[in-house]
């Protein structure tokens, strides 16, 4: 069974028909929709900060969600981490403090740093690091180290893609429930 901890006072909170490996970690204040899935060795950390992630959010084994930390107080503002709608994390991926749209491909041993901003139909290429508060617009792919825009996405690619990526991934969590 999948490590979920309070942390805080906060207890992860997930939607309807989910489903997480069991040595994903899910910890304090984070909120999934519906049709979710954590994978092996993955981490969600709400514990500095909130996490929040739509229906249909896939964080593939070894990625790491985190935020940074807030302390108003202090004059601290920190960074939330929100993930929109089909929302696919690949393996190894670091996604930290950032804002994610709806229908987005965040490709394997990425890096997302804070205050990024990926609206939605991107693709964030395999092994990108988008700096902390770089914006990438709709539809378009980043890649590289530092990541740059490429190309905007054809519609082919993005159904072929981003879509079937998010829906594939429901369908593989029903395997293991």
């Known amino acids: 069974m999948a490590l979920i901890k309070e942390c805080r006072g906060f207890s992860p909170q997930n939607g309807d028909d989910c489903w997480f490996a069991e040595n994903a970690t899910i910890v ?3 909120i999934m929709g519906d ?3 954590v994978w092996y060795s993955a981490v969600i950390r709400g514990d500095v ?7 249909k959010v896939n964080i ?6 985190h935020c940074t930390f807030e302390n108003l107080a202090a ?6 981490t929100i993930l929109g709608n089909n929302v696919s994390v690949g393996h190894n991926a670091l996604v930290h403090g950032c804002t994610v749209e709806d229908n987005v491909l965040i490709g394997m041993g990425s890096i997302v740093m804070d205050n990024c901003y990926i609206e939605s139909g991107s693709i964030i290429a395999a092994g990108a690091v988008l700096l ?3 914006k990438v617009g709709k539809g378009e792919i980043w890649a590289g180290v530092p990541a740059k825009k490429v190309k905007d996405i054809s519609p082919e690619l993005f159904e072929g893609e981003v879509m ?3 829906n594939n991934y429901v369908k593989y969590s029903g395997w293991f429930k």
């Open 35 to 37: 049709q979710c899935s």
């Open 132 to 134: 902390e508060g770089s």
């Open 28 to 30: 304090g204040d984070v």
């Open 60 to 65: 593939q084994d070894g990625a790491v969600i």
């Open 164 to 166: 079937r990526i998010a």
């Open 49 to 55: 900060n909130s996490i929040r992630m739509g229906n």
């Open 75 to 80: 004059g601290q503002l920190g960074a939330k």
